[in-house]
């Protein structure tokens, strides 16, 4: 069993960064495939980005490549979501997601999600 609590969400103006944290409880979280979806009003929830379990890989959805930056510490069992030139097409509700498929974009592909962090992007 793994919880996620996602934070760092606010308001920022178009061009400005936002840094994403995502905690986890259990002492699982290393074996993961991390995810985070964006879910905007009246749109169905998307891929952003994946990192598998040791941080050897990432992915990303194609509008958020080059901007966008995930990472993780298991360590700390945080992953994080680094991101860079926000435009308002950014906004929505960041979800932060647990699964062990690799290389997951699919929603379904993972089992346990945070309550999420909203992001709003102004022009």
């Known amino acids: 069993q793994v919880q996620l609590v996602e934070s760092g969400g606010e308001l920022v103006q178009a061009g400005g960064s936002l840094r994403l944290s995502c905690a986890a409880s259990?002492?699982?979280?290393?074996?993961?495939?991390m995810g985070w979806f964006r879910q905007a009003p009246g749109k169905e929830r998307e891929f952003v980005s994946a990192?598998?379990?040791?941080?050897?890989?990432?992915y990303y959805e194609d509008s958020v490549k080059g901007r966008f930056t995930c990472s993780r510490d298991n360590a700390k069992n945080t992953v994080y979501l680094q991101m860079n030139s926000l435009k308002p097409e950014d906004t929505a509700g960041y979800y932060c997601?647990?699964?062990?498929?690799?290389?997951?974009?699919?929603?379904?592909?993972?089992?346990?999600w945070g309550q999420g962090t909203q992001v709003t992007v102004s022009s």
């Open positions: 997601a647990a699964g062990l498929y690799h290389a997951a974009t699919s929603a379904d592909k993972y089992n346990y």
């Open positions: 259990g002492r699982t979280f290393s074996t993961y495939t």
């Open positions: 990192i598998s379990w040791n941080a050897g890989r990432t």
